[in-house]
């Protein structure tokens, strides 16, 4: 019997997902391409923003959202009743197999669990680790503006930093670095650990 070799499930955002390349093996799907590698299968974490029951009972479709963009999970079959209790608000972690039909590239899933929302964050500072790089000194200063702005817009309730970090589309580093400036500035405070209010003018 010959050995079935199991392709690597690549840790992606749904965004790094999203910019590959599908390569078709005739009018099949054979691979993504992205980054020099051939991706097959992915292991992601994000949360779900929709779900769709078809009335047979025979396919539900997930869209997940991990802050870099969306994608489709499509479940068919006795697939259906193992993954039944994922639902809308839920934060998961799946390991699925990439699959195109009708000009969309979706995934089917292998695995699926619940994870807690920080889970998210988790992953997204392994990223980070991962892509180091230099910062201009604009791009420090436009991410300046969006902190201060987001707080602003976040009055009378706050935001927590842990939103800003998912949220903004820089290193986790860099915008705690950001916050403790505008902290010790005093343009922010924190009325409670982790929590971001507006002080300055």
């Known amino acids: 019997m010959a050995d079935f070799k199991r392709q690597i499930a690549y840790k992606l955002r749904v965004g790094d997902i999203l910019s590959g390349k599908p390569i078709m093996d005739n009018e099949r799907f054979g691979f993504l391409e992205l980054d020099n590698k051939r991706v097959v299968r992915v292991n992601i974490v994000a949360n779900v923003v929709e779900k769709y029951n078809s009335s047979e009972k025979q396919y539900v479709s997930l869209t997940i959202d ?47 669990k619940i994870q807690d929302p920080r889970y998210l964050l988790v992953r997204k500072l392994e990223f980070e680790k991962e ?3 230099v910062v201009d000194k604009n791009e420090i200063l436009a991410l300046t503006d969006q902190i201060k702005q987001r707080i602003k817009d976040s009055e009378p309730e706050g935001i927590s930093s842990e939103k800003l970090i998912m949220e903004l589309h820089s290193a986790p580093e860099l915008i705690n670095q950001e916050i403790k400036k505008a902290l010790e500035q005093g343009i922010i405070y924190e009325p409670r650990p982790g929590l971001l209010r507006w002080l300055g003018v």
């Open 131 to 133: 892509m180091p790089k």
């Open 66 to 112: 991990d802050a870099s963009g969306q994608i489709r999970i499509k479940i068919f079959g006795d697939d259906v009743a193992k993954f039944q209790n994922i639902n809308q608000g839920d934060t998961i972690m799946v390991v699925g197999l990439l699959r195109w039909y009708n000009n969309e590239l979706y995934l089917t899933p292998e695995i699926m």
